[in-house]
């Protein structure tokens, strides 16, 4: 919904209930008013109760662009942003010349933009339920090719020794990448130890 209409006995609970149904912040929302409340015979005859309209003043998508901008516009790099929309997530994908710093470190300062992103996005929009999904230059999609390598690699030195080896510290959405592309081989096992940001895939026999 991008506006609700709702009544209330005063104008702060017809604005609150606009709110909440709009799954919005009140600084994001465009407030009218269309009665004020009054009181009438004895306080109950001829009463009226206070009614509004609320818009929503950004959506979402117009919110990242936004956020996305601002951090591109501080940090002095020029990049366009790209957004998909699905039914269980927002992609936004960053592409241009100089928008490689923002990936960091095998990653980490793109996990860390991610997670800045999705806890400022569902405290403007309460209802939201997608995740937000950041990426830079398709590094994800490159870093998951390799991630999908390594972890075959090190399966078949597990199953020819029949020791365990530990991978390097990743992030959550990296372990997912190596448990699924080992998920099938029947003598192989995977599980995570450690805590972040400094948790761990195992490989190990089954």
């Known amino acids: 919904m991008k506006d609700y209409e709702a009544t209330g006995r005063t104008l702060d609970e017809a604005i609150d209930k606009a709110i909440t149904a709009l799954g919005i912040r ?3 929302a465009e407030i009218k008013i269309i009665d004020e409340p009054a009181q009438g015979l004895l306080g ?15 959506n979402p998508v117009d919110y990242i662009v936004k ?22 997530k927002l992609d936004v994908m960053i592409l241009g010349q100089d928008v490689g710093v923002l990936i960091g470190r095998r990653g980490r ?3 860390e933009i991610q997670y800045l992103l999705n806890v400022t996005v569902r405290r403007q929009f309460n209802s939201l339920n997608k995740m937000v999904v950041l990426d830079i230059e398709n590094y994800r999609s490159r870093r998951e090719k390799t991630l999908t390598q390594l972890a075959k690699n090190v399966a078949r030195k597990v199953s020819q020794d029949g020791k365990e080896q530990t991978l390097e510290p990743m992030t959550p959405q990296e372990r997912r990448v190596i448990h699924i592309a080992l998920q099938d081989y029947p003598d192989i096992m995977t599980y995570s130890k450690g805590q972040e940001p400094h948790r761990k895939v195992v490989v190990a026999p089954r």
Do not use: F, P, Q
């Open 26 to 28: 009140k600084e994001n």
């Open 109 to 111: 300062t793109l996990s």
């Open 44 to 58: 109950i005859i001829g009463s009226k109760e206070a009614r509004v309209m609320v818009k929503v003043k950004e």
């Open 67 to 88: 956020y996305m901008d601002t951090i591109l516009h501080i940090m002095d790099i020029e990049g366009e942003i790209n957004i998909r929309e699905d039914d269980e």
